[in-house]
């Protein structure tokens, strides 16, 4: 079972910034890739950035030159840096551990966070 607690949300204006923080329990996180995803309503649930086990990133591509994805093993948290936010940018984000055995990947979410971007 995994124990996955965002944290960081809030109300910021455009061209400001917010650190997103996602703590997650021992036993997933030491053998998931973390991940950022975000989701408006209306809209299916879009990547925002995956850091791998050993440190890889991916970004989605509108993202990557203002966001940055990075985690804490000592810690069990991987954060999401965002500068230069967008009224667009405005969604709840929801942090994600992805587990793979074989071809099979098991996914696990935390209850999300609110990303509010606006004068």
């Known amino acids: 079972q995994a124990h996955i607690v965002e944290s960081g949300g809030g109300l910021v204006q455009p061209g400001g910034s917010l650190r997103l923080s996602c703590a997650a329990s021992?036993?997933?996180?030491?053998?998931?890739?973390m991940g950022w995803y975000r989701q408006v309503p209306g809209k299916q649930r879009e990547l925002v950035a995956r850091?791998?086990?050993?440190?890889?990133?991916e970004y989605a591509d509108s993202m990557k030159d203002r966001f940055t994805i990075s985690r804490d093993n000592s810690k069990n948290t991987v954060y999401l840096q965002m500068n230069n936010l967008k009224p667009e940018d405005a969604a709840v984000y929801y942090c994600?551990?992805?587990?793979?055995?074989?071809?099979?990947?098991?996914?696990?979410w935390g209850q999300g966070t609110q990303v509010t971007v606006s004068l």
């Open positions: 994600n551990a992805r587990r793979t055995e074989g071809v099979v990947n098991f996914n696990y």
């Open positions: 850091v791998s086990r050993v440190g890889t990133t």
């Open positions: 021992k036993n997933i996180f030491v053998i998931a890739d």
